[in-house]
């Protein structure tokens, strides 16, 4: 596996791949949830492309970008055992000039709920994924639908910037117990980690309000905030596809999102119904 740290050893790599190339970007710290998007990239494409890059523009004034977990040899490890062609690890001086045009996430969709609590959060987020992209040109990108709004987002970008990528949703990753594997879930300790369960079965318990026949979001919202009462709820929210709001569920067109601290970690989770 080739280790790229440069725009032109990037370049370089990406120019002489033929065929198809699968891009997974990600922060780093690996868990077993990067690692499918990894091998549904491997399983897809004649090539893949892993980015490990801490992004320092989609962290908020505050938050934990400096305090971040780094497991580079342990990723290097993973990403090489995998089969993963080429890891792109640049430093921020590497991806960001002191002058650049801003990109601006559409207001209405990024300044909700994830964006609510961390406004600007998407613009950095797009930001670098349209810059990652713009890079390693793949065919296919992976991104996981554990961060719902992020993947919309990424879609949206996609289609009116009118790039040329397919971009591949992939299902959440959970541990048994029905946790949704994060790399911050390392800032858990063993009280915390029982606490967080209980943003999986909110989600738990709207699939069985859904499966025994109720449509009223307002009712189903109820149910999920009394499984979550014990915690800081930021939000719980159930929506369409599309992020906007409606009143009854309707299937195959339905995320359920929540959010919710746990000590002083914020933990998201959704269900896609
Ligand atoms: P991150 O390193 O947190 O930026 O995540 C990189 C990519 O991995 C993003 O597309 C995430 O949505 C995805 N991802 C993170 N956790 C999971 C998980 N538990 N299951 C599936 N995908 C995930």
Request: hydrophobic content about 40%; overall charge neutral.
């Amino acid at each position: 596996m080739k280790i790229l740290k440069t725009i032109n050893e990037l370049n370089a790599f990406r120019n002489a791949l033929k065929g198809t190339v699968g891009f997974v970007p990600t922060m780093g710290a690996l868990h077993n949830g990067h690692l499918s998007l990894i091998q549904k990239s491997l399983q897809e494409n004649d090539h893949t492309i892993v980015s490990i890059f801490v992004n320092p523009t989609q962290f908020l004034e505050g938050e934990d970008f400096h305090q971040y977990p780094k497991k580079t040899d342990a990723d290097i490890k993973i990403c090489s055992l995998a089969g993963v062609d080429a890891l792109f690890m640049p430093q921020s001086d590497v991806m960001y000039a002191p002058l650049e045009p801003s990109i601006l996430a559409p207001a209405s969709k990024a300044y909700i709920l994830e964006g609510f609590a961390r406004p600007g959060h998407f613009d950095g987020v797009l930001r670098v994924v349209l810059k990652l992209l713009h890079l390693s040109k793949p065919t296919h990108a992976y991104f996981g639908k554990k961060d719902a709004q992020q993947l919309y987002l990424i879609q949206n970008m996609v289609k009116t910037l009118f790039l040329e990528v397919n971009i591949v949703p992939c299902e959440i990753v959970r541990e048994e117990d029905g946790l949704a594997l994060s790399s911050r879930n390392i800032y858990l300790d063993t009280e915390q980690r029982k606490e967080a369960l209980l943003l999986s079965q909110s989600l738990q318990t709207a699939t069985r309000a859904i499966i025994s026949g109720q449509r009223e979001i307002d009712v189903i919202k109820q149910e999920m905030k009394e499984v979550l009462r014990p915690l800081h709820v930021e939000y719980v929210e159930i929506l369409n596809r599309d992020f906007d709001t409606m009143r009854t569920i309707v299937l195959s067109n339905t995320v359920i999102l929540v959010c919710a601290k746990v000590g002083q970690t914020r933990l998201i989770d959704n269900l896609w119904i």
